[in-house]
């Protein structure tokens, strides 16, 4: 998302379809995942407590409550990208862009919280 917000930037708008559209279909194949995951284990529980229980609450909830959000903004923004609507795709992109940044880095946030930090049961 990064690399194609960059390329744009620099008016190379190939260049910004490739890695936009790379992104979207990494995030399909993360969502399918996820949801098969979830379908089979269900929910995982966080075991920290005091603080670092809070900081993950808060971003767990932000997090959930924009993740849903993101996906018609994202399927919205590559259609309007892919039918060569730009000046609409400039101005819904321009919106969806933080929001899928903030839910990626969010996401990754609550996965080393639950899986990788020191100290976990
Ligand atoms: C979900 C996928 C996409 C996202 C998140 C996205 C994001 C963005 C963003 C944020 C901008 C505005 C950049 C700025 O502020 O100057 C932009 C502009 C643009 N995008 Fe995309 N894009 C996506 C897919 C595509 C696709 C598939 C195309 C097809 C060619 C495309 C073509 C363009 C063009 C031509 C502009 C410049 C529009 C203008 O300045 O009038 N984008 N895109």
């Known amino acids: 998302v990064l690399l194609g917000y960059r390329a744009v930037r620099a008016r190379r708008i190939q260049q910004h379809m490739r ?4 992104a979207v279909a990494l995030s399909a194949l993360f969502l399918v995942s996820f949801v098969l995951r979830y379908v089979r284990y269900g929910p995982s529980e966080f075991h920290g407590t005091g603080p670092v229980r809070w900081f993950y609450m808060a ?3 932000s997090h959930e409550a924009l993740a849903p959000i993101t996906i018609p903004l994202v399927i919205g ?8 609507r730009f000046s609409v795709h400039r101005e819904l992109a321009r919106l969806t862009l933080p929001i899928w940044l903030y839910v990626s880095v ?12 020191p100290g976990r049961p």
């Open 19 to 22: 890695f936009m559209l790379s």
């Open 59 to 61: 971003i767990l909830v």
């Open 77 to 84: 923004a590559m259609l309007l990208g892919l039918m060569r």
């Open 106 to 117: 969010t996401g990754l946030i609550v996965f080393f919280l639950l899986y990788v930090s």
